[in-house]
Nanobody
Framework: QVQLVESGGGLVQAGDSLRLACAAS????????LAWFRQAPGKEREFVATISWTGVSTYYAESAEGRFTITRDANNTAYLQMASLTPDDTAVYYCAARRGMGWSDRDYEYDSWGQGTQVTVSS
């Protein structure tokens, strides 16, 4: 399994941008697709975006499409660049890793999880 450590969360105002980072380490970390999920208070965890292990393919939730961008670098760190944030984006953001082909927006298909980072957007 891989170990995941998120960073970059914080308190921002509506309309601001924020970049989250997820450092993946461990054996064969470069063979895992990486994803971001989020969980708002009182709500279920939901998929945000994922990037393939090659970094070539990306997929987004409808709520993230056009505002968020997921990337990864050669050190197996995934980034989630978030723009035009709204209070509805307030949540704990989790990084997840998945070994296997294709992509998934289902949290139970992911093998490893980070501890989460809080993002709070004030109005």
């Amino acid at each position: 399994q891989v170990q995941l450590v998120e960073s970059g969360g914080g308190l921002v105002q509506a309309g601001d941008s924020l970049r989250l980072a997820c450092a993946a380490s461990g054996r064969s970390a470069n063979m895992y697709s990486l994803a971001w999920f989020r969980q708002a208070p009182g709500k279920e965890r939901e998929f945000v975006a994922t990037i393939s292990w090659t970094g070539v393919s990306t997929y987004y939730a409808e709520s993230a499409e056009g505002r968020f961008t997921i990337t990864r670098d050669a050190n197996n760190t995934a980034y989630l660049q978030m723009a035009s944030l709204t209070p509805d984006d307030t949540a704990v953001y989790y990084c997840a890793a998945r070994r296997g082909m294709g992509w998934s927006d289902r949290d139970y298909e992911y093998d490893s999880w980070g501890q989460g980072t809080q993002v709070t957007v004030s109005s």
